[in-house]
């Protein structure tokens, strides 16, 4: 509390005060401890010199105060309250913060010489001592505004020390109902600091810290929270009967509370017959005291007891539109060691500690996603056991998280543990984002982005032509080695499809399964899965194995097994016991792995490829805002900046989140983002429905995980959007099932094209980059030499090389029928993913043999030989000619093929011609 120069007559009541009521409380004491020393003055010099030797300063300890957490208003650009935290309800203000009626009506009830006298009220502070000896115990009225405020310094100083309920109610019990010595010298205490006080502070100072302090009944605290719980005005609003029933509430706050009609202590809900009692004497002391007219007190005790009670409820319960994103900063505050060292100590830094969590949430863009939402996918779905969706928004560059959404009812009440529709678990976020979190769901095909991403990694082309069609799966390569065919296991394409020889855009366009196995086939699948986690993609099953390290071997021996969530830097952040009970302070636990986070394991065989392992939403947004931001990977962020209750920054309090400007080259992402494209863009792109065609360019992913699970991922260049519809347990059959928004296998489409425009409408986008030409170039392979194969042994040859394959009609030929006499285009290096035509041979042809330079004789021979009988001549004398002849053309010419039936005209040179 900040000091004031205080009046004059301040000082000096304060002076007089300190030196009359160190002779009296001196008196008082000696004579309710031991009456007979009394009556000497030694002993009453005695008495003044203990009083005087009492310590006088006391430390004003900073209010409880509630941490309050804020999202953005994008339109306004200002913070925006989501919800508080508080173990006592209290909203401090300043002096002339408060209405007049309340100062006046306190201080003629309880203290009506307040600015008269130094701390104490000389006739007030003995009554009570004489009552106290003479009565049950239970301490007097009497006490100055002063005393009161020193009182209720001490028992929140006691409470802030206490854990336990039980222990907290202990403080109250021994600051306002002691008896005996120990009572007598807590009142003596009580006034040595209240003159203290007195002295350091101005009256309006300790008047405001007062009504700052004071309990209003329950959870209840400070003049400013009362006025809202009660009356739904300020402080600086209260009508005159309002300000006297809270200033008789002070006297017995539990007793004189009016939201609580039930209770016989008070009267019933129509008259609150006690509380009334208290305010018509307040306003009679207010009347008597000239502080109101006769007019304003007939008027204010005509008025009934007419409470306008607000809802008071603490936790995320209050953030309306934004529970679950709530969730995940309180899981953050009360895991994170930046808010304090044990677990008890975060919880006491959120529910006291005053603190200002400014969030990364646009609050316009989580408030459409709310709509959306709540039009899209209800809570629950007849013939769905278990049945969630998400929606959530990620920033790009920055891991800033922007919305998260479900479809549920939020509550933490056991009452509604069973209950369908209801519960506090976040779908958004896995396990790796603290307790109360899900594990994931499996990703299905959206995980395909990994091995679009290891393909280009590791050199290919997205021009590169394989092929896709329906294959037998492979016994999986790790750590550098490639996979290999097991031709016991057969794993199809959606509906059925056979597959088709193509490129990697085409693949994705398409999302073939075959497709992607044929990539997969060349790669190292732990290079895909290495991949995906260094784009923070995990499996959501976070759980390992810990040893708890202790001397008591009586409760815990050491060595006894334990399950630990962990942080991302491997720290543990809360603990199981072997019962699943959660163990609040997880000290002396020492990992027994290295490695915190579960990895995505790629030898479970070809399904992992598909998407089989669990994996939250958040975490694939982030993993496609990474390849949208150039390779720059960002973990997630939930918190901007940290106030403390003065209002100070406090960085130290920001959870600490890391970047990688190099978790991808930017040349791997740039070009995976054009197969990518095509999904979202292309006429046959299966994520076509969820582009909101707003001129934004985007990209993105479908995944379906089998009949169970649905997901839509898609960036722009500024902002990524995941959403994701299916079974939270269970494996219930989501095909079939119609909802009002349409089917509900389709609802992801929906969820993400309106989150996603709302996005790009409020963000924006650019262009994506260029793609890295050497990764999208044309790419060469060499065509094998099919003639003389069969059609079928010719078709799989060029098909497993890489080539389409297109069969000709038969053709005259020297093969035998049935086998490939020719292939066009022939054996060589050619583009990858060619069209090939091969030409089956009927049997009926042979290649003319080339007679050029023959004599006439045996060039007809050689012709005769091979079957051409039909052989027509030409010729032309020349002098120097031999006189046998010699060839000099031939049509068809040398190895020519062609049916034998066919004529072949030979010409030749000879001396003369017959």
Not at 465 to 472: D, E, Q
Not at 765 to 773: H, S, W
Not at 820 to 848: F, H, L, R
Request: hydrophobic share 35%; charged share 20%; net charge negative.
């Amino acid at each position: 509390m900040p000091g004031k120069n205080r009046t004059f007559k301040g000082v000096l009541g304060g002076i007089l005060g300190f030196t009359a009521l160190s002779a009296l409380a001196g008196l008082l004491l000696t004579a309710t401890i031991t009456p007979a020393i009394a009556l000497t003055s030694t002993a009453t010099s005695s008495a003044i010199s203990v009083f005087n030797n009492i310590p006088g300063f006391l430390a004003i300890d900073k209010l409880m105060l509630p941490t309050e957490i804020y999202a953005t208003n994008k339109q306004t650009g200002q913070p925006q309250l989501m919800a508080q935290f508080w173990e006592q309800n209290r909203i401090p203000v300043t002096y002339d913060q408060v209405s007049p009626y309340i100062v006046d009506a306190l201080l003629s009830s309880e203290d009506p010489r307040y600015f008269e006298h130094g701390g104490i009220d000389m006739i007030g502070t003995a009554r009570a001592l004489l009552s106290n000896a003479s009565s049950s115990g239970e301490t007097q009225g009497g006490s100055s505004i002063t005393q009161q405020y020193v009182k209720n310094v001490l028992i929140q100083r006691c409470e802030a020390e206490k854990e336990t309920q039980e222990e907290k109610d202990a403080c109250w019990t021994e600051a306002t109902n002691a008896e005996g010595a120990e009572g007598y010298k807590r009142k003596v205490q009580e006034l040595r600091y209240a003159i203290a006080l007195e002295q350091r502070f101005s009256k309006e100072e300790i008047l405001l810290g007062y009504l700052n302090i004071a309990n209003f009944g329950g959870v209840t605290y400070g003049i400013e929270a009362a006025a809202q719980r009660y009356f739904g005005v300020s402080a600086a609003n209260v009508t005159i009967d309002q300000a006297a029933i809270l200033a008789g509430m002070v006297q017995n706050p539990n007793s004189f509370r009016i939201d609580h009609p039930e209770w016989e202590l008070n009267g019933d809900a129509t008259n609150y017959a006690e509380t009334k009692d208290r305010r018509d004497y307040v306003l009679w002391r207010l009347y008597e005291d000239k502080k109101i007219t006769k007019a304003d007190y007939d008027a204010a005790l005509a008025l009934p007891i007419a409470p306008n009670i607000q809802p008071q409820n603490s936790g995320c319960v209050t953030a309306v539109d934004a529970e679950y994103f709530c969730q995940m900063i309180k899981i953050k505050v009360l895991n994170d060691p930046a808010f304090g060292d044990t677990a008890e100590a975060r919880k006491l830094m959120l529910d006291r500690g005053g603190l200002k969590i400014y969030t990364t949430m646009d609050w316009d863009l989580q408030w459409n996603n709310m709509r959306t939402m709540q039009s899209t996918a209800p809570p629950t779905v007849d013939g769905i056991g278990d049945f969630g969706a998400a929606i959530v928004n990620v920033e790009v560059g920055t891991g800033r998280v922007l919305s998260m959404v479900q479809n549920t009812h939020f509550s933490e009440s056991s009452a509604d543990a069973e209950t369908p529709g209801y519960t506090s678990l976040v779908y958004g976020a896995d396990q790796r984002y603290g307790y109360g979190t899900g594990i994931g769901f499996p990703a299905g095909s959206t995980f395909k982005v990994f091995t679009v991403l290891e393909w280009l990694k590791e050199g290919h082309s997205i021009r590169e032509v394989l092929n896709g069609k329906n294959r037998k799966a492979w016994t999986v390569g790790c750590e550098g080695a490639k996979s290999k065919f097991d031709p016991q296991k057969m794993v199809g394409n959606y509906g059925g499809a056979p597959g088709y020889t193509g490129d990697v855009v085409r693949f994705t366009r398409d999302s073939l399964n075959s497709g992607f196995f044929a990539m997969a086939e060349k790669l190292d699948m732990c290079g895909i899965a290495n991949t995906a986690m260094d784009l923070g993609v995990y499996n959501g099953n976070y759980w390992t194995g810990t040893e708890k390290t202790t001397e008591d071997t009586e409760t815990t021996p050491a060595g006894t097994e334990y399950r630990v969530f962990l942080k991302a830097d491997g720290t543990p952040n809360y603990v199981l016991d072997e019962n699943g009970e959660r163990i609040i302070d997880e000290s002396g636990f020492a990992l027994t792995e290295p490695d915190a986070l579960t990895p995505i394991d790629m030898t479970t065989g070809p399904f992992s490829v598909l998407g089989s392992h669990n994996v939250a939403p958040l975490a694939m947004a982030n993993a496609y805002a990474t390849i949208a931001a150039g390779g720059k990977y960002c973990e997630p962020r939930f918190i901007d900046r940290v106030t403390d209750a003065d209002g100070t920054d406090r960085p130290d309090l920001v959870p600490v989140t890391t970047c990688n400007d190099k978790a991808l080259d930017s040349g791997v992402a740039s070009t995976a983002i054009v197969p990518l494209s095509a999904v979202m863009n292309d006429g046959n792109g299966t994520g076509r429905q969820a582009n909101n065609w707003d001129g934004v360019p985007v990209f993105g992913k479908t995944g379906t995980h089998e009949e169970f699970q649905t997901w839509m991922v898609q960036s722009s260049s500024r902002v990524a959007t995941a959403a994701w519809v299916g079974n939270t347990e269970g494996d219930s059959d989501m095909t079939g099932i119609w909802l009002e928004a349409g089917k509900l296998t389709d609802l992801r489409y929906k969820l993400s094209r309106e989150s996603q425009g709302v996005a790009n409408a409020v963000y924006g986008g650019t262009a994506f980059p260029e793609p890295d030409p050497n990764l999208s170039r044309q790419v060469y392979k060499d065509l094998p030499n099919v003639v003389g194969m069969s059609i079928a042994d010719a078709e799989r040859t060029l098909q497993d090389a890489g080539f389409s394959v297109t069969v000709g009609p038969e053709i005259p030929g020297s093969q035998p029928a049935g086998m490939i006499e020719s292939q066009d285009p022939g054996a060589g290096s050619v583009v990858a993913g060619s069209t090939v035509t091969i030409s089956p041979s009927n049997g009926q042809g042979g290649a003319v043999p080339d007679v050029m330079g023959m004599s006439l004789k045996d060039a007809k021979t050689a012709l005769i030989n091979e079957g051409f009988t039909l052989i027509q001549e030409s010729c032309s004398e020349k002098a120097d000619a031999p006189k046998e002849g010699v060839i000099t053309a031939q049509s068809p010419g040398g190895g020519t093929v062609t049916p034998k039936t066919s004529p072949v005209t030979i010409s030749y040179d000879r001396d003369k011609c017959k």
